[in-house]
């Protein structure tokens, strides 16, 4: 009983700490001090509610410790100066640091969205646009992020005091961006929530329950950001490529954390109910106006899902699908992939041909997934040689054990 | 990305060739050292960073038939160079890997000439597979 009750207010601290951070901020021109500011509240929350009972308006209450704390904050720092030196204006500081706040909390979807879009900032690198999102947004604590990305909590703390200083220094101000910068502004947001998933979407042993739970974090904020934008397409389609990859998680990994490919995957394990809440996501996007890349990806997940059996793969649909995406991007993993569905079409040959035209793609060249497509490929057509020779050169050159095993293990079977 | 950075010294006496070198050479060259270590802490790129007690010290163990380990007294004078200490980085990019490194190697030794020490780069194996 009492744990469910600690894993109840716990979940319920973790929604209101955006909504609350987002209220702060906004109000308050440091965003590093706002988030301690609220980083104390909640504090003081998981300390006092469980004694005191859960308040009437417990985002009202977080939203007034906050803000207290913050104002205290300002009032200590015109005490330092005022004793360095006289200061005459510490009314008008307090006023422009904590302007009429005890006011009621605004509309708390827009503040939340505004802090998801400060946290995926331009400015920013991906991997500390990563932590700040997971930190800001979604509430884990430093140890957390730290753990899932295997690095030192004080590397990760660094790391997040300095994405705090970059926002602070580089004046982005707290606001949801304009109508002419949105679309790129939201394009980084997806690509940052979307790194997150494919971050926890490595199922091995050991650390990967951490993992885990990356990717039901991305989940979790995609769908408050679709609860946010629900008419924004790629936005729904992100959460549809999401919850149809993550659908197949248990058949993806054996008991030791060999890698399964998706030809060779337990279809019984797939998560039935996850495959159609993405189905029925992502068939609610695609009529509707201009498709993007994570619809075409999503709708690609799809079709792969809805066979249950391999050899009922839609593969005429799925080159199609390539096809549009193909158009749409200049990215030559995308070829690479509408080479291998070209191959479930049209046999090896045609999936080697089109190989030929990516490899002097300096992009790809020197990549372990050209050589073991071309494994893959060489191995369907027949030639065992130079299958092996691919297998060998590709699991030389992935940076994933899993990956490599897989692939040393198929060189191996071919090589005997 | 996580690479690991080695640190590479000729293997020579079996001491490190740091012990001939003078107080103000060496309190260079700790300081570097100190710096380098800070820099890459407050970037939050460090994962880790170990140095190695000197090579003569060094024992090679093999295990016999009962499991029992077997251990070897240095030198070896087969290994031609030996490894003196490592970091552990994560970095963005491969680059910015190389970048540490070449810093690495220009540590300053005696009269404060940059030793141009090999720093070998490799990848950890830890990025999620893509297939």
Same mark, same amino acid.
């Given at each position: 009983?009492?744990?469910?009750?600690?894993?109840?207010?716990?979940?319920?601290?973790?929604?209101?700490?955006?909504?609350?951070?987002?209220?702060?901020?906004?109000?308050?021109?440091?965003?590093?001090?706002?988030?301690?500011?609220?980083?104390?509240?909640?504090?003081?929350?998981?300390?006092?509610?469980?004694?005191?009972?859960?308040?009437?308006?417990?985002?009202?209450?977080?939203?007034?410790?906050?803000?207290?704390?913050?104002?205290?904050?300002?009032?200590?720092?015109?005490?330092?100066?005022?004793?360095?030196?006289?200061?005459?204006?510490?009314?008008?500081?307090?006023?422009?640091?904590?302007?009429?706040?005890?006011?009621?909390?605004?509309?708390?979807?827009?503040?939340?969205?505004?802090?998801?879009?400060?946290?995926?900032?331009?400015?920013?690198?991906?991997?500390?646009?990563?932590?700040?999102?997971?930190?800001?947004? /979604?509430?884990?604590?430093?140890?957390?992020?730290?753990?899932?990305?295997?690095?030192?909590?004080?590397?990760?703390?660094?790391?997040?005091?300095?994405?705090?200083?970059?926002?602070?220094?580089?004046?982005?101000?707290?606001?949801?961006?304009?109508?002419?910068?949105?679309?790129?502004?939201?394009?980084?947001?997806?690509?940052?929530?979307?790194?997150?998933?494919?971050?926890?979407?490595?199922?091995?042993?050991?650390?990967?329950?951490?993992?885990?739970?990356?990717?039901?974090?991305?989940?979790?904020?995609?769908?408050?950001?679709?609860?946010?934008?629900?008419?924004?397409?790629?936005?729904?389609?992100?959460?549809?490529?999401?919850?149809?990859?993550?659908?197949?998680?248990?058949?993806?990994?054996?008991?030791? /954390?060999?890698?399964?490919?998706?030809?060779?995957?337990?279809?019984?394990?797939?998560?039935?109910?996850?495959?159609?809440?993405?189905?029925?996501?992502?068939?609610?996007?695609?009529?509707?106006?201009?498709?993007?890349?994570?619809?075409?990806?999503?709708?690609?997940?799809?079709?792969?899902?809805?066979?249950?059996?391999?050899?009922?793969?839609?593969?005429?649909?799925?080159?199609?699908?390539?096809?549009?995406?193909?158009?749409?991007?200049?990215?030559?993993?995308?070829?690479?992939?509408?080479?291998?569905?070209?191959?479930?079409?049209?046999?090896?040959?045609?999936?080697?041909?089109?190989?030929?035209?990516?490899? /002097?793609?300096?992009?790809?060249?020197?990549?372990?997934?050209?050589?073991?497509?071309?494994?893959?490929?060489?191995?369907?057509?027949?030639?065992?040689?130079?299958?092996?020779?691919?297998?060998?050169?590709?699991?030389?050159?992935?940076?994933?054990?899993?990956?490599?095993?897989?692939?040393?293990?198929?060189?191996?079977?071919?090589?005997? | 990305?996580?690479?690991?950075?080695?640190?590479?010294?000729?293997?020579?006496?079996?001491?490190?060739?740091?012990?001939?070198?003078?107080?103000?050479?060496?309190?260079?060259?700790?300081?570097?050292?100190?710096?380098?270590?800070?820099?890459?802490?407050?970037?939050?790129?460090?994962?880790?960073?170990?140095?190695?007690?000197?090579?003569?010290?060094?024992?090679?163990?093999?295990?016999?038939?009962?499991?029992?380990?077997?251990?070897?007294?240095?030198?070896?004078?087969?290994?031609?160079?030996?490894?003196?200490?490592?970091?552990?980085?994560?970095?963005?990019?491969?680059?910015?890997?190389?970048?540490?490194?070449?810093?690495?190697?220009?540590?300053?030794?005696?009269?404060?000439?940059?030793?141009?020490?090999?720093?070998?780069?490799?990848?950890?194996?830890?990025?999620?597979?893509?297939?």
């Amino acid at each position: 009983m009492k744990e469910s009750a600690d894993a109840s207010l716990g979940h319920l601290l973790r929604d209101l700490a955006p909504q609350v951070l987002g209220a702060v901020a906004r109000r308050h021109e440091d965003f590093a001090a706002a988030e301690d500011a609220v980083q104390e509240a909640l504090i003081a929350a998981a300390t006092q509610w469980p004694a005191e009972g859960i308040p009437s308006n417990p985002r009202g209450w977080l939203y007034q410790i906050a803000v207290r704390r913050l104002t205290d904050e300002v009032r200590r720092h015109i005490a330092r100066r005022r004793r360095e030196d006289t200061v005459a204006t510490e009314r008008s500081a307090i006023e422009t640091v904590v302007p009429t706040v005890f006011g009621e909390i605004g509309a708390d979807e827009d503040d939340t969205l505004t802090l998801l879009f400060m946290c995926c900032h331009p400015s920013l690198t991906p991997a500390t646009a990563i932590a700040l999102t997971l930190r800001a947004v /979604g509430g884990l604590t430093t140890s957390e992020i730290a753990s899932a990305f295997l690095v030192p909590e004080a590397t990760m703390a660094q790391r997040i005091s300095r994405a705090k200083q970059t926002i602070k220094t580089s004046k982005v101000a707290f606001r949801l961006p304009n109508d002419s910068e949105r679309a790129a502004r939201l394009a980084v947001v997806l690509q940052v929530l979307y790194l997150i998933f494919n971050e926890g979407y490595t199922t091995s042993a050991g650390p990967a329950l951490h993992r885990t739970d990356l990717s039901n974090e991305a989940i979790r904020l995609t769908r408050l950001l679709h609860a946010m934008l629900p008419a924004d397409n790629e936005v729904t389609g992100l959460l549809a490529l999401m919850l149809l990859t993550d659908a197949r998680r248990a058949a993806r990994t054996a008991p030791h /954390g060999e890698l399964i490919p998706l030809d060779e995957q337990d279809r019984t394990l797939w998560d039935r109910s996850l495959i159609a809440e993405g189905v029925a996501l992502i068939s609610s996007a695609l009529p509707r106006g201009e498709v993007g890349a994570y619809q075409l990806q999503a709708a690609i997940a799809a079709v792969h899902d809805e066979a249950t059996r391999v050899e009922d793969t839609d593969w005429p649909q799925i080159l199609a699908l390539y096809g549009v995406l193909r158009e749409l991007s200049d990215n030559p993993m995308v070829k690479l992939s509408y080479a291998i569905a070209a191959a479930m079409v049209h046999g090896p040959q045609a999936g080697l041909e089109l190989l030929a035209e990516i490899e /002097g793609d300096a992009r790809v060249t020197e990549h372990h997934r050209l050589d073991a497509v071309r494994a893959h490929l060489l191995e369907r057509a027949g030639d065992r040689e130079q299958a092996i020779t691919y297998y060998r050169r590709a699991a030389d050159r992935t940076a994933s054990i899993p990956e490599r095993d897989y692939l040393t293990t198929k060189a191996a079977r071919l090589a005997r | 990305m996580r690479y690991m950075l080695m640190m590479n010294a000729p293997r020579g006496t079996g001491d490190y060739a740091v012990n001939a070198w003078s107080p103000d050479d060496l309190k260079a060259h700790i300081g570097f050292m100190f710096a380098l270590n800070k820099e890459l802490s407050e970037s939050g790129e460090l994962v880790g960073a170990e140095g190695l007690a000197a090579p003569g010290e060094a024992k090679i163990v093999r295990a016999a038939k009962n499991g029992v380990p077997v251990v070897t007294d240095g030198p070896f004078p087969e290994a031609k160079e030996f490894l003196a200490g490592y970091w552990i980085v994560d970095v963005d990019k491969p680059q910015r890997a190389y970048e540490i490194a070449a810093k690495a190697s220009s540590a300053p030794g005696p009269g404060g000439a940059p030793l141009i020490i090999p720093i070998e780069v490799r990848q950890v194996m830890s990025a999620p597979p893509d297939m």
